[in-house]
């Protein structure tokens, strides 16, 4: 098969689970009444409904039924004209006979009309404008013929027939047209205005405000128009001003006092609006003026202007007076607030990228620390120590703001153990390792869920909480995953043959992190939303979407032509799949995994290119990580660290049953391999991370309990396993080596 | 086709995340992100089927998914893209001041003059009376006096004039162009930025004055100095720390740069200062006066800008209001062609009196034509400075923006080929030499 067929095969299924997809999320929105093809549909009975008449508007008709109504209704209207039949009607007319025993005789207006008899003498005998209209008969001979406006419109004349007759706006205006009408068949707002049509009813039928003003229209104040409508369109205070508006409405409007005083409102009219003397100081305005516009000495006094009261008497007696430069202060301490946030930031990613230079990491190996966790520690006290109030470069805020960042962190993550699964290497793994993964995965799982589920309840937790249910599944998922002895980065992690078992039990129990994932956003979800569906479905959506991506960036990355474009497509591609994943409350773990999985399983050229990209982004990714794991760990929730001893006993019980149990089955080299104490993943972080921003709970005992086990963990590794790896440490700094060969 | 195919897909998957939820919330930065970047990407891979610049596809990426369009990305969505403009700006402003050696300037410096004279402000009173002609066709001119109108025709015909030196870098970038066009363009696009910038805080200031505004000038005039003058000692400033680090520290350089781009995009324009001023200073520092290499780093830097351009640019195809440009088809054409034609007798009139090559006189006022991130600042500051008629002013300025966006790189990219400078540059690659690529551009 070539490779243009290949992906065209492949770009197909993907389109069908798009459709599918998409089949799901409209049928969900229409059992809600959603935003989306609801409003549509309802839009579409009201149409098609109005016009039937003695179709049951409140009833909730289909839209076939709607349009079975409509075509009815047309029927009827056209009916009249059915019965024409060529009865020789000029002969009749030339013969002398008047037009109405014409027609009581049975000849058709139309054949009238042919044989030359007037219009008006048609009408002259009943013939209804509908019937005239329908016998081809044009707006302008109705309107010759005397026949009003109205009663066209009533005969469902349409405006732009009126426009092209040359019946002026403010004929239609008078004849009852609606605005809306006028415009939609194309008369310009200025016409409108220039025809007396007012500028609240422009705006009450959706003319914007902008349109407004290119128009010409220099009254909108005047005419009623929303003060926040105009200020959002560009007007200007002064503008408003001038045309009449109070400073009380301007403030009413939501403008800042700020932007009035910007704008050269005196401070006089500021203090009459009710403007305090606090709120003008932060606005800029200098305390001479505020003296200057009549604020005494104690106002000034009663909001800490000044220290000494007796100084503004001075003031107010035209003494000199130094009083401190509040507004300058003011307006220097948000600027300095910024910069503070801004620098602290960069500093904090310098400081980490300096961290991780190759000597301060072969000093963290002289000391035994090479683990993931620990030897990322310094980046995640950083975290701790940024996220500090006292500090307050990590706020809240700035933590909201770095979110997305997360995402595609997370996102990135999944995206690179997923690649890392090659389904045809794993065909060659040694004969009982689904029997050990089974066991080795399952049994940290439950052990560590049930112990750490009762100290939760321990601590007032109730058990029909779903949240609890939630971080029970999720501190057995962390500590169901292990890593190995030595961190090597996250894209070296593919075990291949002649590797030992540690390397591949660590690549595939992860697959347990991804699988706690997938459950913990299908059944765990909080927010409602248009898509109302069953949680079960919300796997399969998880699922498809992942399949859908990882097809989707396949059949992209046959496309670019050089690295950088290659860099292009990945970023775009994994930012998109997280991001939609993000969207639908999903894990964008979970459905960059199965892209991931798919764009290396999938035959193509480009996984070399791929992980080469990848690696690129490694640094970044990891620090990042430790960095917003440090600062949304509350390390001073003690329920946490009473959590992390339990966590590791029941995980190292759990982990000691799984090998006692491999062994009784199995006794060969992989059983004799495997280690009571297994360093965790930095999956479990990254599951950690990702369900608090998901859920953004107060449970941070969680991450103190898995940030916290995950060091314990791996101190207790180096002080009691010696290292059996015999592959060559690759430390993060040596990423930059490869790069750079 | 697969490129087609995969527009379709992507499209399809943001209609279905839109009737997911409205609120765009964190998740719908990083979904408009990536969507901008492969949409931008993929437009652009389409529209040079068609021998149109990748550029053009990046605009129409933004356009067709903007608000004015199919809506698939809001703008709630892109809110906390805006940093993506201003650290694009920077990354663009240090890669351009890199690319302006003034050993290679220097034999074009009368030719640049010329234009600046012939070309630019030349354009600017051009524009001035062609506005002057045309203001019944402008309703903001309605009732208004000589003097008045003349100043608010001024004012326009100043903000409407600014170049792209972003638009000119991306194309030389795309094409891979270098020599005397190449090179004179970016010169001039970068210096009739400065020269419009100063024009600009001049006509602004004296227009205030005489439309009553009571713009303090003093005040004005300092503002101005700071903005010019400081952006440009602090752009020294960073070139010299940039230049350092580079000697110093070798390492992490180009993350050392991003950091700096980030730094000042953000805190630049606290302190007032322009951010593209800064980092051009710093980039022509680099290259014309550190003692540092300054080459590796700016290549390392430059080979990784396509995602940050994509977005850039789809972000600013989505400001492009279609049906405004309808509203405003004629005046707007009017001021499109007269500004194209001025800018190519200005030029053409500057490159014969200093004697330029054969193909500089002939293509380099093209270079001219590409409106972008200068143009779209002023559309902001205008509306505060004069909002009288400021709104209008934005508007107006956004759809002869709008139309240059669409049409002038197109005509970049051809004078590009068809002076023979196209395909000149050897191009760095992203994670890898140029020479060790798998898949040479």
């Not at chain 1, 960042?405 to 065909?427: K, N, P, Y």
């Not at chain 1, 321990?458 to 971080?471: E, I, K």
């Not at chain 1, 070296?492 to 913990?520: H, K, N, P």
Request: charged share 15%; hydrophobic share 55%.
């Amino acid at each position: 098969m070539k490779p243009r067929h290949l992906t065209a095969a492949l770009v197909v299924p993907a389109l069908a689970a798009l459709a599918i997809t998409t089949w799901i999320a409209t049928a969900a929105a229409d059992e809600v009444g959603g935003p989306g093809d609801g409003g549509v549909d309802a839009a579409t009975h009201v149409d098609a409904g109005a016009p039937a008449r003695d179709a049951d508007l409140g009833a909730p008709i289909g839209r076939d039924a709607a349009i079975r109504a409509a075509t009815r209704r047309d029927a009827g209207v056209r009916a009249p004209v059915l019965h024409d039949a060529d009865l020789g009607a000029s002969t009749h007319h030339d013969a002398g006979a008047d037009v109405p025993a014409l027609l009581d005789a049975g000849v058709g207006v139309p054949a009238l009309l042919e044989a030359g008899a007037g219009v008006p003498a048609l009408l002259e005998a009943g013939v209804g404008v509908p019937a005239l209209l329908d016998a081809g008969v044009g707006v302008p001979a109705l309107l010759e013929a005397g026949v009003g406006v109205r009663a066209l419109l009533g005969a469902g004349v349409g405006v732009p027939a009126f426009l092209e007759a040359g019946v002026g706006v403010p004929a239609l205006l008078e004849a009852g047209v609606e605005t809306r009408a006028l415009l939609d068949a194309g008369v310009r707002v200025h016409t409108l205005v220039d025809a007396g049509v007012g500028v609240r009813a422009l705006v009450e039928v959706g003319v914007t405000v902008p349109t407004l003003i290119v128009a010409g229209v220099r009254t909108l104040v005047v005419a009623g128009v929303g003060i926040r409508e105009l200020i959002d369109a560009g007007v200007g205070v002064r503008t408003l001003r001038d045309a009449g508006v109070s400073v009380r409405a301007l403030l009413d409007a939501g403008l800042g006092v700020r932007a009035l005083v910007d704008a050269a409102v005196g401070v006089r009219e500021l203090l009459e609006a009710g403007v305090g003397v606090p709120a003008l100081i932060h606005a800029g305005v200098s305390v001479p003026s505020l003296v200057e516009a009549g604020v005494t000495a104690p106002e000034l006094a009663a909001v800490g202007i000044f220290d000494n009261v007796a100084g503004v008497g001075d003031a107010n007696s035209g003494a000199v007076v130094e009083p401190p430069s509040v507004t300058a202060k003011t307006t220097s301490e948000s600027t300095l607030f910024a910069i503070k946030v801004i620098g602290g930031l960069v500093a904090l990613l310098m400081l980490a990228y300096l961290g991780a230079h190759h000597r301060v990491v072969r000093f963290q190996a002289r000391l035994g620390i090479s683990g993931v966790i620990t030897a990322g520690f310094p980046f995640v006290a950083l975290g701790v120590v940024a996220a500090l109030p006292s500090v307050g470069i990590l706020t809240g805020d700035v933590l909201e703001n770095m979110r997305p960042l997360l995402l595609f962190g997370l996102g990135w993550l999944g995206f690179i153990i997923g690649a890392q699964l090659d389904i045809r290497v794993l065909e060659r793994v040694p004969r009982g390792t689904a029997y050990m993964l089974l066991v080795e995965s399952l049994l940290p799982f439950v052990l560590t869920a049930a112990a750490c589920g009762g100290v939760m309840i321990a601590f007032g937790s109730s058990w029909r909480d779903l949240p609890m249910w939630r971080d029970v599944v999720l501190l057995g998922a962390a500590a169901a995953m292990t890593a190995p002895r030595r961190f090597r980065g996250f894209s070296r992690q593919m075990w291949r043959e002649g590797r030992s078992a540690d390397v591949l039990l660590t690549q595939l129990d992860e697959l347990v992190g991804v699988i706690g994932l997938v459950f913990i956003t299908a059944y765990f979800r909080t927010s409602s939303t248009a898509w109302q569906l069953p949680d079960t479905a919300w796997i399969f959506v998880s699922l498809g979407i992942g399949v859908v991506a990882g097809t989707l960036i396949f059949a992209m990355l046959r496309i670019p032509a050089s690295n950088v474009e290659f860099l292009a497509v990945v970023l775009g591609g994994i930012a998109f799949a997280s991001g939609f994943a993000g969207y639908l409350r999903l894990s964008p773990i979970v459905v960059c995994f199965i892209a991931g999985v798919l764009v290396t399983n999938f035959p193509n050229d480009a996984r070399e290119n791929v992980f080469r990209i990848l690696r690129q982004l490694e640094r970044p990714v990891h620090l990042l990580f430790l960095i917003i794991a440090g600062a949304v760990w509350s390390v001073t929730d003690w329920r946490g660290w009473v959590l992390v001893p339990v966590f590791v006993l029941a995980r190292v019980a759990g982990k000691w049953l799984g090998i006692v149990a491999s062994r009784r089955v199995l006794d060969d080299k992989l059983v004799r391999e495997r280690t009571l104490i297994t360093p965790l993943s930095v999956l479990s972080i990254a599951l950690v991370i990702s369900v608090e921003n998901t859920y953004s709970g107060n449970d941070t005992w969680i991450v103190t309990a898995v940030i916290g086990g995950a060091i314990v963990s791996e101190l207790l590794v180096v002080r009691r396993t010696p290292s059996t790896d015999s592959d060559p440490d690759a430390h993060i700094d040596e990423l930059d080596k490869d790069s750079r060969q | 086709m697969i490129a087609l195919l995969i527009l379709l897909v992507v499209g399809g998957m943001m209609h279905a995340a839109g009737t997911f939820a409205t609120d765009a919330g964190t998740a719908g930065t990083l979904l408009a992100f990536g969507y901008l970047l492969l949409v931008a990407y993929f437009g652009g891979r389409v529209v040079s089927r068609l021998g149109l610049p990748q550029l053009t596809g990046y605009l129409l990426a933004g356009v067709v998914s903007g608000p004015f369009v199919l809506d698939l990305v809001t703008s709630p969505m892109t809110a906390k893209l805006r940093v993506v403009n201003g650290v694009a700006t920077c990354i663009l402003g240090l890669v351009a001041g890199a690319e302006l050696n003034l050993a290679r300037v220097r034999p074009i410096a009368r030719t640049l003059v010329a234009i600046m004279i012939f070309g630019v402000i030349g354009t600017i009173l051009v524009l001035t009376g062609v506005l002057y002609g045309i203001r019944s066709m402008l309703p903001i001119f309605d009732g208004l006096g000589t003097t008045e109108t003349l100043v608010i025709c001024g004012v326009l015909a100043v903000a409407l004039i600014p170049q792209s030196p972003a638009i000119v870098m991306a194309l030389i970038s795309e094409t891979r162009a270098d020599g005397p066009v190449s090179q004179l363009v970016l010169a001039a696009v970068v210096v009739a930025d400065l020269v419009v910038v100063v024009i600009y805080s001049l006509v602004a200031a004296v227009g205030s004055a005489l439309l009553g505004a009571g713009v303090d000038v003093a005040g004005t005039a300092l503002a101005i100095g700071w903005e010019l003058l400081g952006s440009v000692a602090f752009g020294v400033a960073i070139g010299m720390l940039l230049g350092l680090f580079v000697r110093a520290v070798k390492d992490g350089a180009p993350l050392f740069a991003l950091m700096v781009c980030i730094v000042v995009a953000e805190i630049g324009v606290r302190i007032h200062l322009d951010p593209l001023i800064v980092m051009l200073t710093a980039g022509i520092w680099l290259e014309n006066f550190s003692r540092a290499d300054a080459s590796s780093l700016v290549h390392r830097f430059e080979s990784a800008q396509l995602p940050v351009f994509l977005v850039w640019f789809a972000l600013a195809g989505m400001r492009l209001d279609l049906i405004q440009l309808y509203e405003l088809a004629l005046p707007v054409g009017i001021i499109a062609a007269a500004r194209a034609l001025s800018l190519y007798g200005g030029t053409t009139l500057a490159c014969m009196q200093t004697n330029a090559a054969a193909p500089i006189t002939r293509y380099g006022w093209i270079g001219l034509l590409p409106q972008a991130g200068l143009s779209l600042a002023l559309v902001v500051v205008i509306q505060s400075s004069f909002p009288a008629f400021g709104g209008f002013a934005a508007l107006l300025m956004l759809s002869v923006l709008g139309l240059n966006q669409m049409i002038a790189p197109v005509l970049l990219r051809i004078a590009f080929v068809r002076s023979g400078e196209a395909g000149k540059k050897v191009a760095a690659d992203f994670a890898t030499s140029a020479t060790s690529a798998n898949h040479p551009p």
